[in-house]
């Protein structure tokens, strides 16, 4: 995914005289989360990070002006990316989705067809949404979901009838503020998330969701959970800190936080400023000023291949900590943390015996009001909680945080 207008405010029916009461349930549901890559290379996942971080730049500045009017989004790096499968319909139909919390639509048909059941509603509205990487138009549809063990009605579906640019998935979970899908569909309303309707239908008792990834030193594997209710303790170590969304456009429209990286224990390499956590961004994307001092105090060397830096075996010995500042608490980011999985260099076009960075160019210099995007390079050392309700987000630590993976 709050910072972003913080939307919706959503209510649990009370249960009527003749009804049997609501059991919320206390603990989470857990659902898996899949990283899967498809190889391209040649710099292509920078490029895309990197469009991406412009079109949400972009789309958060008409939020802020033009409340009424969506602009185009890139909704994923399609070459690197974390997915889920959830049931539609009922019977329930498997898809897997790509989950993301910089935009709010779930949509189905890029791959496999949405399947009508008895549950399928077309609400006679169309839909349209353009990503920058892909786009799709169709019909919106309510339909029963199924997440775990527990199941959704009235879920408002983006069904493509056509669609282009997506690869490998069936479509997208968007887990971000609603307040994204305005403008969508052509009835003009906001179509409430999946966390949304679970919390208003009484199924999680708190609108929060939890992101845990580990590193992952394969192409394709479950190395993840997505956690709808809560934050799973059992998923991280120490406390959960929490944050309010950063009030600063256009990061206030995601999952947005202000923070400030220092390199080392003396190096700022960027002061404190607004950027957003964000599962559809693949690298660690700082500010241009940020990432030249980062890229002066490591020695590093942009590769002209793969477009990320690159440093040699002795440079990565002395390769210090990043330590990211939020809300008061600093988060280290290790030496190891920074590189890319080495068993994965020739996926993005690398050679197996160097060193690669996660860590790149945003595009623009601080000052923009969306100065980084911590992605899930990032994320994989972290555990992240939205609070939708709160408008915060809560970081801790995992057992992963200083991991030896890549």
């Known amino acids: 995914m709050a910072r972003f207008s913080t939307l919706l405010a959503l209510c649990i029916a009370a ?3 003749s009804a049997s009461p609501v059991v919320v349930r206390d603990s989470p549901i857990s659902l898996p989360l899949a990283r899967r890559f498809n190889a391209t290379g040649s710099g292509s996942i ?6 991406r971080a412009q079109l949400l730049k ?15 989004v890139v909704v994923s790096n399609a070459n690197t990316f974390y997915s889920v499968e959830i049931g539609i319909g009922s019977p329930a139909t498997t898809y897997t989705l790509l989950v993301d919390t910089g935009s709010s639509n779930t949509f189905v048909g890029a ?5 009508q059941t008895s549950t399928s509603q077309d609400t006679g509205n169309t839909v349209s949404v353009s990503y920058g990487s892909g786009s799709f138009s169709g019909e919106q549809y309510t339909d029963t979901v199924t997440l775990g063990d527990i199941t959704l009605t009235n879920q408002g579906i983006s069904v493509a009838t056509s669609s282009s640019g997506f690869s490998g998935f069936d479509g997208i979970l968007g887990v971000g503020p609603s307040g994204l899908t305005q403008g969508t569909v052509s009835d003009g309303n906001i179509v409430p998330t999946v966390t949304d309707n679970a919390y208003s239908q009484g199924l999680i008792s708190t609108e929060v969701l939890g992101i845990s990834f580990s590193p992952a030193s394969s192409g394709s594997s479950v190395t993840g959970a997505l956690d709808l209710g809560g934050a799973d303790s059992s998923k991280y170590t120490g406390s959960m800190n929490y944050v309010p969304i950063t009030g600063t456009s256009p990061a206030s429209n995601y999952v947005g936080v202000d923070q400030s990286i220092t390199y080392g224990q003396n190096t700022q390499i960027l002061s404190t400023t607004a950027g ?11 500010a241009t000023d940020a990432f030249n001092a980062y890229k002066s105090a490591t020695g590093a060397q942009l590769d002209s291949t793969t477009g990320l830096l690159k440093i040699s075996s002795s440079q990565y010995q002395n ?12 988060y280290e980011f290790t030496a190891n943390a920074q590189i890319w999985p080495r068993s994965l260099n020739s996926a993005i076009g690398g050679d197996s015996s160097s060193i690669y960075l996660v860590a790149a160019d945003l595009g623009s210099n601080s000052g923009q009001g969306l100065d980084f995007i911590n992605g899930y390079s990032w994320i994989e050392r972290f ?3 939205y609070d939708v309700t709160n408008s915060q987000v809560g970081f801790a630590t995992t057992q992963y945080t200083a991991g030896t993976t890549n």
């Open 15 to 17: 249960a009527t005289a």
């Open 46 to 51: 920078l490029a895309a990070d990197q469009a």
């Open 58 to 72: 972009n789309v958060g500045h008409a939020k802020g002006g033009n409340p009424s009017k969506r602009a185009d």
């Open 111 to 115: 791959g496999q067809q949405y399947v």
């Open 276 to 286: 957003i956590v964000d599962t559809g961004t693949t690298l660690l994307l700082l």
């Open 319 to 330: 390769l210090q900590s990043l330590f990211f500042t939020i809300g008061g608490q600093t």
């Open 383 to 385: 555990y992240v909680a």
